[in-house]
């Protein structure tokens, strides 16, 4: 369940940011070499930590899989709100609808990570094998 919330967030990070070509500030922006509206340089730097940024919650799919349970739960809750934080700041100063419907959705989704990451032995006993179980999954 982790991994499909994982890749439900990292959807809508994608088409969110795909919508914004549409927009006349941002193809002008990345034209002129900057992010718009923050004056940040489109660069190496700027383009690596924005491929780490993605990395994270692509990661988070495999982690979500295979580690253990501790690991898992521990990873999904502080990732979880690391970009809670960072969706809501970067929405603070958006005013088109798009990109704020996009942000409440991966809000939801990092919400019910959280959830999901916080309650999982409560609510099931059952892993992976190649999580570390020796319990048989329920037929």
Excluded at 99 to 122: C, F, N, Q
Aim: proline share 2%; net charge positive.
């Amino acid at each position: 369940m982790l991994s499909g919330l994982w890749t439900s967030v990292l959807f809508v990070f994608a088409y969110v940011d795909l919508f914004g070509f549409w927009r006349a500030d941002i193809v002008q922006g990345a034209l002129a070499g900057q992010v718009s509206g923050t004056g940040v340089a489109i660069n190496q730097t700027f383009l690596a930590l924005a491929t780490a940024y993605i990395l994270v919650p692509s990661l988070m799919i495999v982690v979500s899989l295979l580690a253990r349970a501790r690991v898992n739960r521990t990873a999904n809750i502080v990732i979880g709100v690391l970009y809670f934080v960072t969706i809501v700041v970067t929405a603070l100063s958006e005013r088109w609808i798009y990109y704020l419907l996009g942000s409440a959705v991966e809000l939801v989704l990092l919400l019910m990570i959280m959830r999901t990451a916080w309650t999982w032995r409560h609510c099931s006993r059952r892993t992976l094998p190649l999580a570390g179980s020796s319990a048989k999954p329920a037929t």
